[in-house]
């Protein structure tokens, strides 16, 4: 299957997923969270990783080809180091099937208990929740583009009380996209944060404030819908052009995770590595 978007991985023959270096930072941030809130989940029965959208679990980086752990595998790896308890079930799901059969065969080789779905995140979202066991939960909502994160589909993760997410926030695409959307009646802005064309007034900012304006209008519905709060840290991933990509953002209920993740997500923390 591999072609322009997947590349075979000697270790395994199966597909890695080609992508920019700058994902290199977001999982080291994912894991090194899983890491620290361990001695959490331990008191758990049930502990939980719900990842819609999965991938393949492995992906090679374009222009060095170097091959890496994508976000579900480096997750159950993270959650089996040191003296943590791995998660109990991985709940994977992905648009494109052959990518979830792929992590799904990958994740089992490392004896993970694997629950699959196929099809839009904002559809799954509602079978996985229905059948997750009572316990605390981790979801990495990790799409291509912003769009693809629909409201809905942090509402329906946000019905489990013990449940933190992980958000990759496309500030480009948001970039991109407002002023046009702003004009028109498009409705991928829509999606992400159903009525921002009446809260967000861009007429009164200049540009260089609208994403940030859009973004804390998205914080405030998580809020008032949810009662999940958006942690401090939220680290802003660049391209090597010192372009801004996304944010990383989490999402929580309790305090303790806000202090695990400000600091695992301190600004200084992995940029310097990159550039
Ligand atoms: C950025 S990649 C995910 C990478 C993966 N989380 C990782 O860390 O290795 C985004 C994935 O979303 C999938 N996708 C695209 N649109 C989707 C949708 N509406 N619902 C679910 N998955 C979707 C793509 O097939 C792709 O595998």
Redesign the pocket.
């Known amino acids: 299957m591999s072609g322009d978007k997947f590349m075979a991985d000697p270790s395994d023959g199966m597909d890695a997923?080609i992508v920019g270096g700058w994902s290199q930072q977001k999982?080291e941030r994912l894991t090194d969270y899983i890491v620290a809130s361990r001695l959490s989940r331990a008191k758990w029965g049930h502990a939980c990783y719900i990842?819609?959208?999965?991938?393949p679990g492995r992906?090679v980086e374009r222009g060095t080809n170097t091959f890496r752990d994508?976000?579900a595998i480096a997750a159950w790896r993270a959650s089996c180091m040191g003296n943590g308890r791995p998660f109990t079930a991985m709940y994977i799901?992905?648009?494109?099937q052959q990518?979830v059969r792929i992590c799904e065969l990958r994740l089992e080789r490392l004896g993970a208990s694997v629950q699959s779905f196929f099809g839009?995140?904002k559809e799954t979202v509602h079978e996985i929740v229905s059948e997750l066991p009572r316990g605390l939960d981790l979801a990495f909502l990790?799409?291509?583009n912003a769009a693809?994160l629909d409201f809905e589909i942090i509402r329906v993760l946000s019905e489990r009380r013990f449940m933190d997410i992980l958000v990759h926030f496309s500030v480009m695409d948001i970039q991109r996209n407002i002023d046009l959307e702003a004009a028109t009646s498009g409705s991928r802005l829509e999606r992400i944060a159903p009525g921002w064309r009446e809260a967000v007034d861009l007429r009164h900012l200049p540009k260089s404030a609208f994403v940030n304006a859009f973004l804390e209008h998205w914080k405030s519905l998580v809020l008032s819908h949810t009662q999940m709060t958006a942690a401090e840290m939220m680290p802003l991933i660049k391209n090597s052009k010192n372009g801004p990509l996304y944010r990383l953002i989490l999402l929580r209920r309790h305090p303790l995770a806000e202090k695990l993740w400000n600091d695992v997500g301190k600004e200084d923390k992995k940029q310097k590595s990159l550039f």
Request: aromatic letters at 10%.
């Open positions: 997923m999982h990842d819609v959208f999965c991938g992906v994508g976000g799901g992905d648009l494109h990518s839009p995140a990790d799409p291509f693809h």
